[in-house]
Nanobody
């Protein structure tokens, strides 16, 4: 089982990035995928999640209106489109997989089944 986040980088405030979470070893048909971020000296927080059950999406208040999560089951990949980025979005972003019994908790890191290393996003001028 693998989850690999990619697409991070350095971007100016107001810019955009698209993160990818490439998965293998399990089927996205049965797992919800959540995006999480952790900044230095801060707790990890759920950013967004897409359910395996009905493709329902969830967003943290800080992400609503700016971020969009999507999935391509054929490519085993989940994306996070991030627009209007702010310096406070700077963090290490990672993705995690949640089985169907925990699909309603896919914004809660403690319910994850699988997870991978993250990708750094830095928003700075």
């Amino acid at each position: 089982v693998q989850l690999q986040a990619s697409g991070g980088g350095l971007v100016q405030p107001g810019g955009s990035l698209r993160l990818s979470c490439a998965t293998s070893g399990f089927s996205l048909d049965y797992y919800s995928i959540g995006w999480f971020r952790q900044a230095p000296a801060k707790e990890r927080e759920g950013v967004s999640c897409i359910s395996s059950v009905d493709f329902r999406t969830y967003y943290a208040d800080s992400a609503k209106g700016r971020f969009t999560i999507s999935r391509d089951n054929a490519k085993n990949t989940v994306y996070l489109q991030m627009n209007s980025l702010k310096p406070e979005d700077t963090a290490n972003y990672s993705c995690a997989a949640f089985s169907r019994r925990y699909s309603d908790h896919c914004m809660d890191w403690s319910y994850r089944d699988y997870w991978g290393q993250g990708t750094q996003v830095t928003v700075s001028s």
